[in-house]
T-cell receptor, first 114, second 114 residues
Framework: GNSVTQMEGPVTLSEEAFLTINCTYT??????LFWYVQYPGEGLQLLLK?????DKGSNKGFEATYRKETTSFHLEKGSVQVSDSAVYFC?????????????FGKGTTLSVSS | EAQVTQNPRYLITVTGKKLTVTCSQN?????MSWYRQDPGLGLRQIYY???????DKGDVPEGYKVSRKEKRNFPLILESPSPNQTSLYFC?????????????FGQGTRLTVV
């Protein structure tokens, strides 16, 4: 079945450090890929997405490129801020007989200190 | 404003006392779902609904019920809650037909069963 694997956390960084959170997926078809972010005490919100191979999603300084050859969608940011501290979820969406299922990774907690 | 509204945000209850968590969306989305979030396990889907009067089990449906009598509402019912259902619950909605659409999440309901 379809699945998403994220790097284990927590990830602890100093302000202005470079961030990478790895995400790989398994899918039978051509999924869309997403990164969601969950700030403390809040629900999940979409950070960025990519809908086909080689697409790059970007938002708020974060980027991720849909790599079909390596089945990956790694999240990167060149210079993190304290306000980026949150839980990050990689997800894929594919059409099946149940409609459009959204499958999440387990989440990676990022903690940024000043 | 497009939103998914869950109530209550926090709930403490006793084992066996029936409870309902409400979820409402104002975006005319066909697809709604419930997730629970537990440490180390990420988000797991409980139930989903592709449209009015159409519901189906997700990955962890035991002990839960849902109904979809109206398009905007998708309540989660725990007929006889047990301590292992202590968790953080999220309702989500999205357009059901295309794989590249984002899901919108409620703020979450933190349930404690004692």
């Amino acid at each position: 079945g379809n699945s998403v694997t994220q790097m284990e956390g927590p990830v602890t960084l100093s302000e202005e450090a470079f961030l990478t959170i790895n995400c790989t997926y398994t899918a039978t078809g051509y999924p869309s890929l997403f990164w969601y972010v969950q700030y403390p005490g809040e629900g999940l919100q979409l950070l960025l997405k990519a809908t086909k191979a080689d697409d790059k999603g970007s938002n708020k300084g974060f980027e991720a490129t849909y790599r079909k050859e390596t089945t990956s969608f790694h999240l990167e940011k060149g210079s993190v801020q304290v306000s980026d501290s949150a839980v990050y979820f990689c997800a894929l969406s594919e059409v099946n007989q149940a409609g459009t299922a959204l499958i999440f990774g387990k989440g990676t907690t990022l903690s940024v200190s000043s | 404003e497009a939103q998914v509204t869950q109530n209550p945000r926090y709930l403490i209850t006793v084992t066996g006392k029936k409870l309902t968590v409400t979820c409402s969306q104002n975006m005319n989305h066909e697809y709604m779902s419930w997730y629970r979030q537990d440490p180390g396990l990420g988000l797991r889907q409980i139930y989903y609904s592709m449209n009015v009067e159409v519901t189906d089990k997700g990955d962890v449906p035991e002990g839960y019920k849902v109904s979809r009598k109206e398009k905007r509402n998708f309540p989660l019912i725990l007929e006889s809650p047990s301590p292992n259902q202590t968790s953080l619950y999220f309702c989500a909605s999205r357009t059901g037909k295309r794989r590249n659409t984002e899901a919108f999440f409620g703020q979450g309901t933190r349930l404690t069963v004692v």
